[in-house]
């Protein structure tokens, strides 16, 4: 269970070459599932125990969870026990039930999403499937359990990977109901059940997204008859009877208190609508710039992008000929097909025009990929069927040469990089950084502290990075021209095995700078009852001490950021000390643990201060 962070590269390479022998010896459909689920297990599964959760969303949402079983309150969540009212519930019971379950752990905190994503895998194969028959099933699955941006994003606890989940088996309902005379009540029901869970996981956007994008399909097709066919009565009232009772429940228990306004507009005005359109209260989050947006949605699917403009050309421009209902079985496989390619572009182009003109942030558009790899995955099918030198395998062999100059000079660039930096020495990661506190707000703010010496540290995993892209990206290209697209796309997985190894490998030698559990782990040994705990800056930024002690914490900040709302409550804890009360507070009896980013924060100046822990440029400072 340990191989990610062994950084056992090799024997990645190995495990993957023998479930690819597997695989290519039968096309059996079971012998495909256990190669999928042997990927999934290689990178998700053997990635939930390490590293510790991070501060920010990650803790804070696991912290949530926690508080939801101490409380036995499954309504309103809670952080730092503060009220914290600004997203769904769906994710935080899962997390909640696997903490009952298990106890609560790291792993057990992850578990959720990593079963969501096997989920995922199979909802993609079963409309794949649907559309493109097996071999598109296969890899459709495929392209979704290597490509990077599900990896990455399903290393810290946000819902995203749960509303693609829900729109795959949405859509799954909804191309359904085009096969029955009359659509049946589980096609029509299961749509707005996956809808219903979508509004319970991330909002409004739940019901957005799919309600658009199938608007738009019914017009484009002159199908709009077709909506009325789908029981909408009884769907409405599935969709309310799931969807509503916790907005209901959360609306009576969050009531207006004073000046105070309750969940109905904190949740659905302040955090969709004037999120939205950038005008939150508190405005306490960044935006990606929009071309890096849009070039990250390319990025979130390497290696399988390249094949991306093929798969696209699949898609029809002439709407008219999906209109009305064909006649035979072969032409209407053949239009069912076309209609399917337009959904899954337009599913796409909705969620990544949406946030174009949104607040958005790098991981914004993982809804998207599921749609995107089917298209990928029909393709690929389409590919490895077609023997004709015009067809499919021309394209591939361009792709794949496209994908080769890719992967050699991101092979170059990252040994240059490795030459580049310098031995690492024995000293804390963080003192070889260069901050840029500015850009913590994107998720990946922090590529940009890397400095030659801290790259020192990431050698290994930035080798086999390296060496994996060059080595991957070249057997493809070479078995693409010898004929064998199959084995080039199991080359391309047992590449991104290796390559995501060495990510996660890279993310635990980061997590000290993202995580303060070593901290919290030197005052849990410390702490005794009465004391109090103060951090420098906002509770978010340190949010990892409440998770792994259950020490409310207090914030020497003005009120902002996640508590900012919650502890305007007349019921809500002490969250917020100004400066004043801090050095009354470190001169008074009480012992005080101050967690503070700075060496020599200017708060303890002319005040006698010992250093209890340090880790991570982090440190925790007691009175006495």
Not at 491 to 503: T, W
Request: with cysteine.
């Amino acid at each position: 269970m340990q191989f990610f962070a062994s950084r056992n590269y090799g024997q990645a390479a190995t495990q993957v070459s023998k479930l690819t022998i597997d695989c290519s010896r039968s096309g059996d459909a079971s012998r495909r599932w256990v190669f999928l689920l042997g990927l999934w297990a290689l990178i998700y599964v053997s990635g939930v125990f390490t590293p510790p959760l991070l501060d920010d969303a990650d803790t804070v949402h696991a912290e949530a969870a926690r508080e939801m079983l101490l409380r036995h309150d499954w309504v309103t969540l809670y952080a730092n026990g503060i009220r914290y009212l600004e997203k769904a519930p769906l994710m935080y019971w899962g997390v909640a039930a696997s903490f009952q379950t298990f106890g609560v752990h790291e792993w057990s905190a992850r578990l959720p999403l990593a079963v969501a994503v096997v989920a995922l895998l199979i909802s993609a194969y079963s409309l794949g499937w649907q559309i493109y028959g097996q071999r598109g099933a296969f890899y459709s699955a495929l392209v979704l359990v290597t490509s990077i941006g599900p990896y990455l994003y399903t290393r810290f606890l946000i819902p995203d990977i749960l509303v693609a989940l829900w729109l795959t088996l949405g859509f799954g309902f909804f191309l359904a109901t085009f096969d029955q005379k009359p659509p049946s009540r589980l096609a029509c029901w299961g749509l707005a059940f996956t809808i219903a869970l979508n509004v319970l996981t991330k909002g409004l956007i739940g019901l957005v997204f799919p309600v658009s994008i199938i608007g738009i399909f019914v017009l484009l097709t002159g199908q709009l008859a077709h909506l009325w066919r789908m029981r909408l009565l009884s769907s409405l009232a599935v969709l309310f009877l799931i969807a509503a009772p916790w907005h209901i429940l959360a609306a009576l228990r969050n009531p207006d208190v004073g000046t105070t306004r309750g969940f109905l507009w904190f949740y659905f005005v302040n955090e969709h609508f004037l999120r939205y359109l950038n005008k939150r209260v508190p405005r306490d989050y960044d935006t990606v710039p929009l071309l890096l947006f849009w070039l990250l949605t390319i990025v979130w699917l390497v290696p399988w992008a390249a094949f991306l403009p093929e798969a696209v050309k699949q898609v029809p421009l002439r709407w008219r000929e999906l209109r009305g209902r064909p006649s035979g079985d072969r032409n209407n496989r053949y239009i069912s097909q076309r209609r399917a390619n337009l959904l899954l572009l337009l599913w796409a182009l909705v969620i990544i025009v949406f946030f174009s003109f949104s607040t958005r942030q790098e991981y914004y558009t993982l809804p998207a990929l599921p749609a995107l790899a089917l298209l990928i995955g029909g393709w690929l099918a389409e590919e490895e069927r077609d023997l004709s030198p015009p067809g499919p395998r021309r394209a591939g062999r361009i792709s794949s040469a496209a994908l080769f100059v890719f992967g050699c000079t991101a092979g170059l660039v990252g040994i240059f990089f490795l030459f580049w930096s310098k031995p690492a020495p024995s000293s804390d990661l963080a003192e070889l950084l260069k901050k840029n506190p500015n850009e913590y707000a994107l998720s990946l703010g922090h590529f940009l502290d890397l400095t030659p010496e801290a790259l020192g540290a990431f050698r290994r995993p930035l080798a086999a990075a390296s060496l994996s892209l060059a080595l991957g990206t070249a057997l493809n290209w070479y078995l693409r021209r010898r004929g064998a697209p199959a084995r080039a796309n199991l080359a391309l997985a047992a590449m991104m095995v290796v390559l995501l190894a060495a990510v996660h490998s890279a993310f635990v030698t980061f997590s000290p700078i993202l995580s303060s559990k070593t901290l919290a782990l030197a005052v849990e040994q410390q702490y005794r009852a009465g004391d109090q705990m103060v951090i420098r800056g906002l509770y978010e930024n340190a949010s990892s001490l409440n998770f792994y002690t259950g020490i409310h914490l207090l914030s020497l900040h003005p009120p902002t950021g996640n508590m900012w709302y919650g502890s305007k409550f007349p019921d809500a804890p002490r969250v917020w000390i100004s400066q004043e009360e801090f050095s009354n507070l470190w001169s008074s009896p009480t012992r005080v643990f101050f967690w503070t980013d700075r060496q020599h924060p200017p708060e303890l100046t002319g005040k006698t201060a010992h250093v209890l822990a340090r880790s991570g440029g982090k440190f925790i400072y007691v009175n006495f």
